[in-house]
């Protein structure tokens, strides 16, 4: 049949012009088709089918039908082979998709669609064919086609080959595995190691195991946050109760000033630290292990004895700035009467300049060498214009015609002079020889030129020499005087390194055995509790034998658990309860006092000023209020009304642990590898697993810090280590940013096996995964709880979840078939293909 065209602007005839094989109406019905079911698509995996299509399919241009609308509709699928059964009369498709691609196809297929055929009288190149849909018949007009075929199926049957385990044997699309086949399958020559494959089952158990350590972890964060919350409003609690506890220590007053930068000449960080590494030792009475410090001890004597050489120095310093100023002062006045003659002045000043420059610890000295550089060259600086002057006029008086005047060194000038050379004699190891022959000098002054610079030296060398020999503390004292006020401290701690140097020396040799508790007699000045109990005692208020020994007691266990350092947050209480019996003693005693009408009350009121018991009272407050503002974020339910977020309240991690607990007692009932056999229904509980676990994900992450509030920088390293204050914090800080980097890696490894997952194969290649593998194992095994400061439960969560993960280290283990086995095994797996038939009623599918 010949194609009539009468209207070559046909629409339909504009179709086949342009290509198409499908009219617009077909397309926008598949489009709206492909679109519905796209999201269920992307979820479910690729299967093998079987289809059988019924109805008008034979001599209907069917398979084209099939293939062309297939090809539209499909996301993921493909048609891979058509038969025709003209005797049977039905068509017959193997179809690789997923199972909704395919019902989607069976019910769009029972839909009645038209198929025009032209192969004559269309323009070269256009397409011969081109479906439509039924109701598009009356858009033909005059254009007739050679010929038209109407197809639609009526009935259907899938058949589903089989997909998983069957015992110990892995079955793809019907056929069993061989490592072979399952090369091929992930595109590898060959499996040669049969363990390093993972079924999909497996993935999804791994999967779920990693995101419910990343739950854990989160939870673990989110808890350090609150922590960090809690002792951000301690802090300064915390801070005042270990200094008190500082002012306890045995150095506490030597620290006061070598610690502190209030007074350079008695500040002495490095004595410090070796002082304070000793100090610890002997508050915990461990004296046994002096000798282990032995270097701290000798290092400690000797930065001592280097105080004391430093307040030497400086002292003569003291004396030469004061022969520098006499000097400084009599060559002003000669540069006031313009009188040019200041040899004996320059000589007298280069003296004390050198003896200056031999006063190496104070030239030396951190907080003082450059301001006594500085000095030294404004001296230089100063000598040098002297000489100058000196030589100039030495030169001059060679060269000038005029005639000098001779004075003869009166009787008024000797004894001047013999003065002023005992006096500096007196101070200086230096010989000045008074010549008794009479001296020449020019008739003439300074110019005005160098009187002006001479004067600008002088006053800058003044300034400099003022700063420091007028040396002063942080509250405006006199340094030099206040460092002298606290030598015989100096030389009491001088004389305990003596000492302690002494019992090392005992220690090491054979006379340790008869050695008992030294530190009671080398300490008896500086125990705080010691000197607090004999206070009690002279004042009278402790009593009877019996009450001595209670208050003793009292003292010592106080003693052991505020020098235990740093301070544990979990002898909180007891310390609180040591104190307040100290405290109740004290008080009861002022009732009875009141009672009996003694001076004992008045002996009470001198020791609630003593500095020692003070001190103990307001460790007790400070301990007191650090628990009580713990207890207060505890009652708190939210912190949602603050402007930024910075963490969760106990009471909403307590509802996330809560959640995360019911789900490991699901996730403990549904293990894969132990229920191999029921990989189905497992894998059905793992996907509802995986939901239940980013819900309670979603909650957690639904607040975000931003990066002022959030841990971004490495903590401070050098801190003081027997402080709680600082060691916590560091902790905390260290804690946080390490779990936020584990969570960051976890992250990514969720990310990566959701890619393997979204493949939907049934078998993953173990080959492929062992870098990624290699990289979890190593991240869960360096994994420390204890850092991270887990309860037992969560962790005892954490590490069944870690040990399901490295069950799949070697992936999943499987049988290969024999060849004896192989019909058999068929014979099993045909009998697992799903079979599924869809009937036709008017436009409705129907699944029976």
């Known amino acids: ?173 019907g056929l069993p595995l061989t490592s072979e086949k399952i090369g091929r399958e992930l595109r590898f020559n060959k499996i040669e190691t049969k363990n390093r494959v993972f079924t999909t089952a497996g993935l999804k158990e791994i999967y779920l195991n990693l995101q419910f350590i990343d739950l854990i972890l989160k939870l673990d964060m989110e808890q350090h946050y609150l922590k960090l919350r809690t002792f951000n409003s301690q802090e300064d609690d915390l801070a005042m109760v270990e200094e008190k506890i500082d002012d306890l220590g045995y150095f506490a007053e030597v620290f006061d000033h070598i610690a502190s930068k209030d007074n350079p000449l008695l500040f002495n960080e490095d004595s410090f630290l070796d ?41 003569l310093f003291l004396t030469y700035a004061k022969c520098i100023e006499k000097f400084i002062v009599k060559l002003t006045k000669k540069l006031f009467k313009h009188k040019a003659d200041i040899r004996s002045e320059h000589h007298n000043l280069t003296a004390n300049y050198n003896e200056l420059k031999k006063l190496s610890l104070v030239a030396n000295h951190h907080m003082l060498q450059n301001d006594y550089h500085e000095l030294l060259n404004s001296f230089s600086k100063l000598l040098a214009y002297l000489d100058f002057l000196t030589i100039r006029d030495t030169k001059a008086g060679e060269s000038d015609s005029h005639q000098d005047v001779v004075h003869p060194a009166g009787k008024s000038s000797n004894k001047f002079a013999t003065v002023i050379k005992r006096c500096i004699e007196s101070v200086f190891s230096v010989t000045i020889d008074i010549s008794t022959k009479p001296f020449t000098h020019r008739d003439q002054g300074l110019k005005a030129e160098e009187e002006e610079d001479l004067q600008k030296l002088i006053n800058k060398f003044n300034e400099n020499l003022e700063k420091l020999s007028n040396l002063k503390t942080a509250k405006g004292e006199d340094a030099f005087l206040e460092a002298r006020k606290c030598v015989p401290q100096l030389t009491n701690l001088s004389d305990v390194l003596d000492q302690l140097k002494n019992l090392i020396k005992n220690l090491e040799s054979k006379a340790n055995k008869e050695i008992q508790d030294p530190f009671k007699t080398i300490f008896p000045k500086f125990n705080k509790f010691e000197i607090l109990y004999r206070d009690m005692s002279n004042l009278d208020i402790i009593g009877t034998q019996q009450k001595q020994e209670s208050i003793h007691g009292i003292l010592a266990d106080l003693q052991k658990l505020l020098f235990d350092k740093p301070l544990k947050e979990n ?278």
Not at 275 to 286: A, G, Y
Not at 774 to 796: A, C, F, G, H, W
Not at 815 to 823: G, H, L, N, R, V
Request: proline fraction near 2%; charged fraction near 30%; aromatic fraction near 10%.
């Open 275 to 315: 002082l304070m590494r000793i100090e610890h030792i002997i508050e915990n009475n461990n004296w046994k292990a002096m000798p282990a410090y032995a270097g701290y001890v000798y290092s400690a004597t000797n930065r001592l004895n280097g105080q004391f050489k430093l307040l030497e120095e400086y002292g």
């Open 571 to 848: 002898a909180y209480q007891e310390i609180i309860h040591k104190i307040s019996s100290l405290e109740d003693f004290v008080t009861n005693k002022g009732k009875s006092s009141l009672e009996k009408g003694s001076d004992t009350n008045a002996n009470i009121q001198k020791l609630d000023q003593n500095p020692v018991f003070k001190s103990i009272i307001d460790v007790k407050t400070g301990i007191q209020n650090i628990a009580e503002k713990e207890a207060q974020i505890k009652k708190i339910d939210t912190f949602k009304n603050e402007p930024e977020f910075f963490s969760f309240s106990a009471k909403e991690l307590d509802g996330f642990l809560k959640g995360i607990e019911l789900l490991h007692e699901k996730l403990k009932d549904t293990c894969y590898y132990k229920n191999i056999s029921e990989f189905e229904a497992i894998e059905k509980k793992l996907d509802r697993l995986i939901d239940e676990v980013r819900n309670i994900e979603s909650y957690i992450s639904a607040h975000t810090r931003s990066n002022d509030k959030k841990i971004s920088k490495e903590p401070d390293v050098h801190i003081d280590y027997l402080k709680s204050s600082q060691l916590t914090r560091r902790n905390l800080e260290k804690a946080i940013l390490l779990l936020q980097n584990q969570i960051a890696q976890m992250h990514g490894f969720i990310h990566a096996i959701e890619n393997y997952l979204h493949r939907h194969s049934f078998i993953h290649s173990g080959v492929a995964t062992s870098v990624l593998f290699d990289q979890i194992t190593y991240l869960l095994s360096n994994i420390d709880v204890r850092l991270l400061d887990m309860t037992k439960p969560v962790e005892n969560m954490f590490h069944e979840s870690v040990n399901t993960i490295f069950h799949y280290q070697v992936g999943e283990t499987f049988t290969e078939p024999k060849k004896e086995d192989i019909d058999n095994l068929m014979k099993e797996i045909e009998k697992k293909t799903i079979v599924r038939q869809y009937q036709n009623h008017e436009t409705d599918l129907q699944l029976s």
């Open 1 to 173: 049949m010949k194609t009539i065209i009468s209207n070559d602007k046909n629409y339909l005839y504009e179709l086949l012009k342009r290509k198409y094989h499908t009219s617009e109406v077909v397309r926008a019905q598949i489009a709206g088709m492909k679109e519905k079911i796209r999201e269920d698509v992307v979820k479910e995996s690729l299967k093998s089918y079987m289809v059988k299509f019924r109805g008008r399919v034979i001599d209907s241009s069917f398979e084209k039908t099939l293939r062309i609308i297939s090809k539209r509709l499909f996301n993921k699928g493909k048609i891979d082979n058509l038969h025709t059964f003209k005797e049977q009369g039905f068509v017959e498709a193997n179809i690789t998709a997923t199972l909704t691609e395919v019902e989607s196809l069976i019910q769009y297929l029972m839909k009645p669609h038209l198929v025009l055929h032209c192969k004559k009288g269309v323009v070269k190149g256009a397409s011969n064919l081109l479906i439509i849909d039924e109701s598009e018949q009356n858009r033909l007009d005059n254009f007739t086609p050679d010929y038209i075929h109407r197809n639609y199926i009526t009935h259907a049957e899938s058949y589903e080959k089989y997909t998983g385990r069957l015992n110990d044997y892995l079955v793809f699309n």
